[in-house]
């Protein structure tokens, strides 16, 4: 009975338990050499199976003279273990959490390689932000092109604008120029003194992350931190409130 195997599985029960128990059901009270035979398992197996099943309630011993012989419970104990499972967790919940939020205080670094890496960063995008939520973008023309080239996942645009996510975006005037009106995105330009902008990387700050997409080497890197975060998106926007906006 594979598939009841793999289901007991789901409750806890490691895959020798699990041939145990089911080897059990509906034949009575047997001893380890017959349960051994009807679980295709070695005694020594049976032998250091059958205490967690005696602790989890699921098998009871019954001495019979010199022999014991050991009987499997009604599978609506199986009710009752993942019950006491659920009040474990309950009780661990708080203590997991408080090393959580312990955790989430420390930066989460995630290093990316190739297109793969690029176009996971873009789509985790519009997957992390919730609807009229907003991102801002340092970007250039040559990342623009390519990344709708090569890199641009297929639902991207689909599920930004379905989320009517607003874009706050820092570029050069060649980029504006390639770029349809669009009123859930608002750009300033970057002067012609500081260059033409055109470095072939694109920083993306989006809820708690940061991320850094270089296009020249085909790398990516996620930061994750609610304080890294607030920080960058302070300095973009005292960027963007002092930028040029872009003549229609």
Do not use: C
Not at 86 to 111: F, T
Not at 122 to 142: A, H, M, N, P
Not at 194 to 200: M, R, S, T
Not at 208 to 237: M, R
Request: no cysteine; hydrophobic share 40%.
């Amino acid at each position: 009975m594979k598939s009841g195997t793999l289901t007991l599985k789901k409750f806890g029960l490691e895959e020798a338990e699990a041939r145990v128990y089911l080897a059990m059901l509906g034949a009575g009270a047997m001893p380890v050499l017959t349960i051994a035979q009807h679980s295709g398992l070695h005694r020594p197996t049976v032998y250091a199976v059958l205490p967690t099943l005696l602790e989890k309630g699921l098998v009871t011993r019954q001495p019979r003279g010199k022999r014991v012989y050991f009987q499997a419970e009604p599978p609506s104990r199986l009710k009752t273990l993942l019950e006491n499972l659920h009040s474990e967790l309950d009780a661990l919940l708080p203590e997991l959490e408080q090393e959580h939020q312990q955790a989430g205080a420390r930066p989460v670094v995630k290093y990316l390689e190739g297109s793969e890496g690029i176009s996971f960063v873009l789509s985790d995008i519009v997957q992390t932000l919730k609807r009229g939520e907003t991102f801002y973008r340092y970007s250039s023309s040559q990342t623009w092109t390519r990344t709708r080239a090569k890199f641009l996942p297929r639902e991207y645009l689909k599920t930004r604008d379905a989320k009517g996510l607003q874009r706050f975006v820092i570029t050069n005037a060649a980029m504006t120029k390639t770029k349809k009106r669009d009123m859930n995105r608002a750009e300033k330009i970057v002067p012609e003194k500081y260059g033409l902008f055109e470095d072939n990387v694109t920083q993306i700050i989006y809820g708690k992350k940061v991320a850094f997409l270089d296009y020249n080497s085909k790398t990516a890197i996620i930061i994750e931190s609610e304080v890294i975060a607030g920080f960058q998106k302070k300095i973009f926007t005292m960027a963007y409130d002092l930028l040029p906006t872009p003549q229609v």
